[in-house]
């Protein structure tokens, strides 16, 4: 039986290239997300070893859906890579608790429930749990955003701790500035745009391909005795953490 990789936010963006590059190794993939449509568009650009689940993994009935797709397959990689910038509508302390209420549940609450619900399903020994943050989470700039983010930091160590005698690794991936995916989806501007690679040593943005080859090392077997780090992917724009 193909190994089996369940990759959340896994219709656009980095999320798809992980599950395209998961492919091409030989796993059978699932993707999760919130929009069918989008999910059936990455499914046909993946290829027949897809499959994907509509549901949105911030809301633990729905998470359900995904563990039947799983069924009684050991998951070998676990992608936490669900995730967006919630922006705020107003300044009262209800708006503000509202927006990091909404970037909490959106960055961290998908990689916990998800995360909980397939421990039973991770292979022992062998299963690799990653998770994708946020240059955010070291530099700061984003608010909540990046206060969520950087508690998966938190989270990662945890699990690495909680699952190393099951041999079981958990890390995470922190990508810089990225382009072709919709995270800065009518908000980037060409200013931004400069601002942003000239912040980087390599002078050129990230692709969500760059991201897709670190999960490529942390899920083989270069990364087996690799747990509890953060990696950056950022072209130098943040050194050393």
Do not use: C
Not at 2 to 22: D, K, N, P
Not at 88 to 105: E, K
Not at 197 to 203: E, F, G, H, R
Not at 223 to 238: A, C, E, K, L, W
């Amino acid at each position: 039986m193909s190994r089996l990789a369940v990759v959340s936010g896994g219709g656009t963006g980095i999320g798809r290239s992980t599950a395209g590059m998961l492919a091409g190794e030989g796993y059978d993939v699932i993707i999760v997300g919130r929009r069918p449509e989008v999910l059936d568009e990455a499914v046909a650009w993946i290829g027949p070893q897809a499959s994907a689940v509509t549901a949105d993994v911030s809301d633990p009935a729905q998470v359900a859906t995904v563990v039947t797709a799983v069924g009684d397959r050991p998951v070998d990689v676990l992608v936490n890579n669900a995730g967006a910038f919630v922006s705020g509508a107003g300044s009262t302390l209800d708006d503000i608790a509202a927006q990091w209420r909404a970037n909490f549940d959106s960055n961290v609450l998908t990689a916990v429930l998800l995360t909980t619900s397939l421990l039973p399903r991770l292979r022992r020994p062998g299963g690799r749990i990653i998770l994708t943050s946020s240059i955010a989470a070291q530099r700061g700039g984003g608010g909540p955003y990046s206060a969520a983010k950087a508690a998966l930091h938190g989270y990662a160590l945890d699990l690495a701790t909680q699952l190393g005698e099951d041999g079981i690794t958990a890390n995470v991936i922190a990508p810089g500035y990225v382009t072709d995916s919709e995270f800065f989806a009518g908000r980037m501007t060409p200013e931004g745009h400069r601002a942003r690679v000239d912040a980087t040593l390599l002078k050129r943005p990230g692709v969500p391909d760059d991201i897709a080859e670190a999960v490529r090392w942390l899920a083989g077997p270069g990364g087996r005795y690799v747990t509890g780090q953060i990696v950056n992917v950022n072209g130098g724009s943040v050194l050393g953490r």
